[in-house]
C-alpha cells in the first residue's frame, strides 16, 4: 500500500513522492495523464491529442471486427448501428485532431522536460546520499541528514542554534503562555491505498496503531507491505465522510473497502500490545458476523428448499387424475374419503318428482330408505291409475258415454286421488 497525500485545498490525491507535492504536478491544475501516479490515482487529469486519437482508433478496430460478424450472420440492422457509431467517432477523432495547437504541444513539451529533470535531481540526490553512507562513520553523520534519513520532511536545527546563543536564550524575557490550545492541523490528509489505485484503504484502526507507532502522519513511510486478515465493504454517504475526512474527495456512493491488515511486520510486537484489547474486540466480531452470516444463509437455503417442496407436492396433487367408482346406492357407504365424487346435477322437477342417482347417491341410509318407499308409492299409484282406465274403457264397451269423466289430481310424492 502507498502513503496518499491529499491537500486540503484541492481534490487531487496522489501517493507522496518525489513529484508530489511539488512544482511539476500543482494542486490546483490538473494533470496530464503521463505524469507518475496520475492516471491510477489522480480524479482528474488532462489527455493529450495523441492518446485521444490512440484510444480512438482502438474503438474503430473494435467497431470493423463487430461488423465482420453481423455481416457474417446478415444482420443489416445491427451494420446499420455500427455504421452510425463508426461516424461518430470519425467525428470525435477530428475534433481530437483539431487540439494539436502550438501552446498545446509547448505545454505537454514542457511537462516532460521538468519530469524528467525532477528524475535526474532525485537521482543524482540519491548516490550522494550512498556515497555518504558508505564513506562516513556513523558520528560524523549530521543529525539533520540522520532526520531526514528517518522520514521528517522538516528538519530542525533547534539543537545547534541553542548552543550559538545559549545566553540570549536565558535571559530571554518569559513569554505569555497561550491558555487556548492550538488548532488542529488539518492542512494536510494522509491515508493508505492499494498501489494498484484501487479504492482499497487501511482499516481505521491500523491508522490508530501507526499513528501511535510513528507518532505524525507525515512521519508514515511512503510504501507498507502488509498481509490482509479480513475486509469491510461500504458506501461513500454522509456518515462516512464525518468519520473518515480523507475519504471527502471521493464521490458520494462510491463503493469502497476497507482492509484489517497484520502490522507486526510494520511496527513490531512492541507497537501492537497497547491494541490488544481492540484487535480482539474486532477479531470477535468479525467472527461473530460470520456466524450470522452462515446463520441467515442456512435460513434462506432452508426457506427455499421449502418453497420446492410445496410446489412439487401441489404439482403432484394437481397432475393425479380423479377417479369415480360407479358403485350402487347400496354400497354407498363403502365410498372411499378421498375420492372427489363430482358434483351432483341440478333437481329436476316434475308430475312425479323424479329423483336422480346422484342425489341418491350422496344421500345419508335413511334418506335412501325413504325415497326407496316415496318412490314405491308412486308405482302403486301409477298402478291404480291404468287400472282404473282399463276399467272405464271395459264399462263404457267402446261407447261415448256424455257427462262421464276421470280427472287425476297428485303430486309427485304424495300420490293422487280418483273421482
Known amino acids: 500500500m502507498r502513503l496518499i497525500e491529499r491537500p486540503q485545498i484541492t481534490t487531487l490525491a496522489l501517493p507522496r513522492s518525489h513529484t508530489w507535492p511539488s512544482d511539476l504536478l500543482a494542486p490546483h491544475q490538473a494533470p496530464f495523464h503521463f505524469l507518475p501516479d496520475v492516471f491510477n490515482f489522480a480524479k482528474f487529469m488532462l489527455a493529450t491529442p495523441s492518446y485521444l486519437l490512440t484510444d480512438l482508433s482502438r474503438d474503430l478496430d473494435e467497431l470493423a471486427i463487430e461488423r465482420k460478424i453481423l455481416t457474417g450472420i446478415k444482420d443489416d440492422l445491427g451494420v446499420s448501428f455500427i455504421d452510425s457509431a463508426e461516424h461518430k467517432v470519425r467525428i470525435q477523432m477530428a475534433k481530437a485532431a483539431a487540439l494539436e495547437t502550438v501552446s498545446l504541444k509547448e505545454q505537454v513539451e514542457r511537462a516532460v522536460r521538468d519530469q524528467q529533470e525532477v528524475e535526474n535531481r532525485v537521482s543524482v540526490q540519491a548516490s550522494r546520499v550512498a556515497y555518504r553512507d558508505s564513506n562516513l562513520d556513523?558520528?560524523?553523520?549530521?543529525?539533520?541528514f540522520l532526520a531526514l534519513k528517518a522520514g521528517d520532511r522538516t528538519p530542525t536545527i533547534?539543537?545547534?542554534?541553542?548552543k550559538s546563543k545559549p545566553a540570549q536564550i536565558r535571559n530571554a524575557p518569559?513569554?505569555?503562555?497561550?491558555?487556548?490550545?492550538p488548532p488542529p492541523s488539518?492542512?494536510?490528509?494522509?491515508?493508505?491505498?492499494?498501489?494498484?489505485?484501487?479504492?482499497?484503504?487501511?482499516?481505521p484502526l491500523d491508522i490508530r496503531i501507526l499513528l501511535s507507532h510513528f507518532n505524525s502522519y507525515s512521519s508514515f513511510p511512503d510504501t507498507i507491505a502488509v498481509r490482509v486478515e479480513a475486509f469491510t465493504e461500504g458506501t461513500v454517504n454522509d456518515d462516512l465522510r464525518k468519520r473518515c475526512k480523507y475519504l471527502g474527495h471521493i464521490p458520494e456512493g462510491a463503493d469502497v473497502v476497507f482492509i484489517e491488515a497484520d502490522l507486526e511486520g510494520v511496527v513490531g510486537t512492541e507497537g501492537l500490545k497497547n491494541f490488544e484489547g481492540p484487535l480482539k474486540m474486532r477479531t470477535a466480531r468479525r467472527?461473530?458476523?460470520?456466524r450470522k452470516d452462515d446463520r441467515a444463509r442456512m435460513r434462506a437455503e432452508e426457506r427455499e428448499?421449502?418453497?420446492?417442496?410445496?410446489?412439487?407436492?401441489?404439482?403432484?396433487?394437481v397432475e393425479t387424475p380423479t377417479v369415480v367408482h360407479d358403485a350402487p346406492i347400496e354400497d354407498s357407504e363403502s365410498i372411499p374419503v378421498?375420492?372427489?365424487p363430482p358434483p351432483p346435477p341440478p333437481a329436476t322437477s316434475g308430475a312425479w318428482g323424479a329423483r336422480s342417482f346422484?342425489?341418491?347417491?350422496?344421500?345419508?341410509?335413511?334418506?335412501?330408505g325413504g325415497q326407496q318407499r316415496s318412490q314405491r308409492r308412486e308405482e302403486e299409484n301409477e298402478w291404480d291409475v291404468d287400472a282404473a282406465w282399463h276399467e272405464l274403457e271395459r264399462d263404457a264397451g267402446g261407447r261415448k258415454k256424455r257427462g262421464t269423466r276421470l280427472v287425476v289430481l297428485g303430486s309427485g310424492i304424495g300420490g293422487g286421488r280418483r273421482r
Open 305 to 317: 428448499r421449502e418453497k420446492e417442496r410445496s410446489a412439487t407436492s401441489w404439482n403432484d396433487r
Open 186 to 203: 488539518n492542512s494536510t490528509y494522509y491515508y493508505y491505498q492499494a498501489s494498484s489505485g484501487l479504492p482499497l484503504f487501511l482499516h
Open 174 to 181: 518569559k513569554q505569555r503562555r497561550n491558555v487556548n490550545p
Open 338 to 340: 378421498n375420492v372427489a
Open 358 to 368: 346422484a342425489s341418491a347417491l350422496h344421500s345419508s341410509p335413511a334418506a335412501v
Open 158 to 162: 533547534q539543537s545547534s542554534h541553542s
Open 138 to 144: 556513523p558520528d560524523e553523520i549530521p543529525q539533520e
Open 287 to 290: 467472527k461473530e458476523k460470520g
